[in-house]
């Protein structure tokens, strides 16, 4: 006799384990730029921190408050335009430049107020389509409101010209990593705090089951209006930071385009976990930086992965992760190591086998006439040789009927390390 086992949770209670990734994430930002220096990977750092705040206040409403918006960059962007006026403007010399954010994020909440006066009374399609519709008018607005928004161009700005910090006027990308630093730690703690709050509880069972919501006394749209306008208030602190990094701001950080990004981002990390798109923005960026020096079709790949993600693994990586927890506590895990030798490594293989058959095609379509060698997994090949089609070809095949083959043996496996077995009663083994 088999049964899943239960887990019990206890709620309020600080305890070093609570404290325990937090203490290491504040660490870890004090000591990468010791490490690293002021070189490129300092900015990619930066990028990372700022959309990890941008995914986990977006999901705020996809996975706290099950509310799916289309256009939530907008409150980013318009933080964003407000900063760099504000770095503009002769007060600047007397603001300190960590300071920005705060201002962004106040500009953020005011227009979340506004606009989620009328775009939470419902959730569902409704709320998306308004969102939508909000997020092109505001990309339109851009072009046609030239004084706050600056046309095509954008607002551009310079962040040392205002008031030193203790002696700091940010003229290195260590110093603003430093600011951004900050920002993200005292960002995720309050939206960490939100979420155990009465108001963030209440924000999960709208999300279940408004009517049971309702019909216990809870205002289902209230509930929607708090947790949008603070999530537009952290939206507009990701703009501030942008805007202290990039020093720029244009429509694209505001369009669709954008928003459709952090969703992305936010399913590839997962919805259910808290820590789940904070990891999903650092493998976009890691992605979009490393991966886009690599291959021009990188988009494609993050596209492919996200429909894989959503389709097999809806809660994401993190999701994914954590459903390893119950196998751990029972001391399983290494049932599940030979499966996913035999049969995950080789359905890597013919990913790569397929990719390897893609960038190939992609190059006998955009080289130029007479250009034969390319560059692929760091090896030289012709690409009009009958050979390199023929060895990835058969990486691809094999390695998709292999893992096809292990499929069983893995969910065997699976269903084996997740399952108590019970020899008498209230006696496991």
Request: charged residues 10%.
């Amino acid at each position: 006799m088999t049964v899943a086992p239960t887990n019990t949770r206890k709620y309020g209670t600080i305890t070093f384990g609570t404290l325990a990734p937090w203490i290491v994430c504040a660490v870890l930002l004090l000591t990468l730029p010791l490490i690293f220096g002021d070189r490129g990977e300092i900015t990619i750092m930066s990028q990372m921190a700022i959309m990890i705040v941008f995914a986990l206040a977006y999901n705020m409403l996809l996975g706290q408050g099950g509310m799916l918006s289309f256009g939530h960059a907008v409150y980013v962007g318009m933080g964003s335009f407000l900063c760099l006026h504000v770095m503009n403007s002769a007060s600047f010399s007397s603001i300190p430049v960590p300071v920005l954010p705060l201002l962004g994020g106040l500009f953020g909440l005011g227009i979340a107020m506004i606009i989620g006066s009328f775009s939470t009374r419902s959730a569902g399609t409704v709320f998306a389509m308004i969102t939508l519709g909000i997020g092109e008018l505001m990309a339109a607005c851009v072009l046609i409101i030239v004084v706050f928004f600056g046309g095509e161009e954008g607002i551009s700005s310079d962040r040392t010209e205002g008031m030193p910090f203790f002696g700091v006027e940010f003229f290195t990308h260590i110093e603003a990593f430093y600011v951004i630093a900050f920002w993200l730690l005292v960002s995720s703690v309050l939206m960490y705090l939100f979420s155990r709050t009465p108001v963030g509880r209440m924000a999960n069972a709208v999300r279940d089951n408004p009517e049971r919501a309702q019909f216990l006394g809870y205002s289902a749209r209230w509930v929607r209006y708090v947790s949008f306008s603070a999530s537009g208030f952290f939206c507009g602190i990701a703009g501030g930071l942008s805007a202290i990094l990039f020093e720029i701001a244009t429509e694209s950080d505001l369009n669709v385009g954008a928003s459709g990004i952090i969703l992305l981002i936010v399913f590839l990390g997962g919805v259910g976990v808290f820590w789940g798109p904070a990891l999903g923005a650092i493998i976009f960026i890691l992605l979009q930086t490393v991966l886009g020096l690599q291959t021009h079709l990188w988009e494609l790949y993050v596209g492919v992965i996200f429909v894989c993600m959503v389709m097999f693994f809806p809660g994401g990586i993190a999701g994914l992760i954590v459903a390893h927890g119950v196998a751990m506590s029972l001391g399983k895990l290494n049932l599940l190591i030979r499966p996913y030798l035999t049969c995950v490594l080789p359905g890597i293989m013919g990913a790569l086998g397929l990719c390897g058959l893609v960038e190939m095609i992609f190059h006998l379509r955009e080289a130029a006439t007479g250009e034969y060698e390319m560059t692929l997994f760091w090896t030289d090949l012709n690409t009009h040789n009958f050979w390199p089609w023929l060895i990835f070809g058969g990486i691809a095949l094999g390695g998709a009927l292999i893992a096809r083959n292990q499929t069983p043996v893995l969910k065997e496996a699976w269903a084996e390390a997740n399952t108590i077995e019970i020899t008498s009663v209230g006696e496991p083994t």
